[in-house]
């Protein structure tokens, strides 16, 4: 499966960004989309993740009450909205997907299979 991540841009804190996911093909109700992002200099770190179909989601603490992720199956596409954006929040977004993997290594880059190119998403006034 080929992912394209697109959505990113400059914004002001507090102002809000919707990113997408967009796969090459069906991928089906145990297909597991996660949103990663990596800061300049830091490791890829864990953002949100849309599992079932979309019916289960999870979400990083520093993502809680401000992103939703979201999935339409018949796009193919999985998105995250980020609301109340952050200056802290400034990084590169990938998202990721895998068709099968334990619940603990949600967060774990090396459980996936396939990436998205990556979407910078810069907050700043």
């Known amino acids: 499966v080929q992912l394209q991540a697109s959505g990113g841009g400059l914004v002001q804190p507090g102002g809000s960004l919707r990113l997408s996911c967009a796969a090459s093909?069906?991928?089906?109700?145990?297909?597991?989309v996660t949103w990663f992002r990596q800061g300049p200099g830091k490791e890829h770190t864990f953002v949100a993740a849309s599992r079932r179909g979309g019916s289960t989601t999870h979400y990083a603490d520093s993502a809680k009450g401000r992103f939703t992720i979201s999935r339409d199956n018949t796009k193919n596409t999985v998105y995250l909205q980020m609301n109340s954006l952050k200056p802290e929040d400034t990084a590169t977004y990938y998202c990721a997907g895998r068709r099968t993997g334990i619940l603990s290594t949600l967060g774990d880059v090396a459980a996936y299979n396939d990436w998205g190119q990556g979407t910078l998403v810069t907050v700043s006034s």
């Open positions: 093909e069906r991928t089906g109700s145990s297909y597991t």
